[in-house]
């Protein structure tokens, strides 16, 4: 059996990425998965651990990295995030498609290890749009806020490096056009 699709997404924090994900796989008629990452930040309100992410001591995250459990890991805003191999591997080989939603710099270390990956870059059209969005969730502080503000303008600069840019100003073109390049994907295959 052919392994399924491997599926990049990454976006500045506001962007969208886990909206038009999570819609995208509600409703895909393509055998599809979201990979959950871990994390050492705590968990927002409404977030559960193993379905939004697996929330992990330091101690924890630090013993899978030593233990190599990780395709790609990375401190991000003071935090560290990381792909597990056993999020993905093993339901690509099922012929599964997975889904990363992971920063530019944990893209580049997955691409250079699975050079077939197809890379997605959400964004929005006006960067203004972040900052509403940030302020909207409500679960940052502000010094947090500009921390993220300001990673989303270096990652902005990254996009070009991305097979496709799917615009998230209207949440049902976003997921029209990220299903658009699956149904690619799984066409193909």
């Known amino acids: 059996m052919k392994p399924g699709p491997l599926v990049i997404v990454s976006g500045p924090s506001g962007s969208?990425?886990?909206?038009?994900?999570?819609?995208?796989?509600?409703?895909?008629?393509?055998?599809?998965?979201?990979?959950?990452?871990?994390?050492?930040?705590?968990?927002?309100s409404g977030e559960q651990d193993g379905v939004h992410y697996y929330f992990w001591t330091i101690d924890r995250f630090d013993s899978e990295v030593r233990a190599g459990a990780?395709?790609?890991?990375?401190?991000?805003?003071g935090y560290r995030y990381g792909t597990l191999k056993s999020e993905v591997?093993?339901?690509r080989q099922?012929?599964?498609?997975?889904?990363l939603d992971i920063d530019v710099q944990g893209a580049r270390t997955v691409r250079?290890?699975?050079?077939?990956a197809v890379l997605v870059f959400l964004r929005t059209s006006a960067s203004e749009t972040y900052e509403q969005r940030?302020?909207?969730r409500a679960s940052e502080v502000?010094?947090?806020?500009?921390?993220?503000?300001?990673?989303?303008?270096?990652?902005?600069?990254?996009?070009?490096?991305?097979?496709?840019?799917?615009?998230n100003d209207d949440l049902d073109v976003a997921v029209d056009e990220f299903q658009a390049i699956l149904r690619?994907?799984?066409e193909r295959k």
């Open 16 to 44: 969208g990425k886990s909206t038009v994900i999570d819609r995208v796989v509600k409703t895909s008629p393509w055998p599809l998965r979201l990979s959950v990452s871990a994390t050492t930040r705590r968990a927002r």
């Open 70 to 77: 990780f395709l790609e890991w990375a401190e991000v805003h």
């Open 89 to 91: 591997e093993p339901y």
């Open 94 to 99: 099922q012929g599964r498609g997975v889904i």
């Open 112 to 116: 250079s290890r699975f050079p077939e």
């Open 134 to 136: 940030l302020r909207q």
């Open 142 to 167: 502000e010094s947090k806020i500009q921390e993220r503000l300001a990673t989303a303008r270096k990652e902005l600069a990254c996009a070009a490096d991305y097979h496709f840019q799917v615009i």
């Open 184 to 186: 690619q994907l799984f």
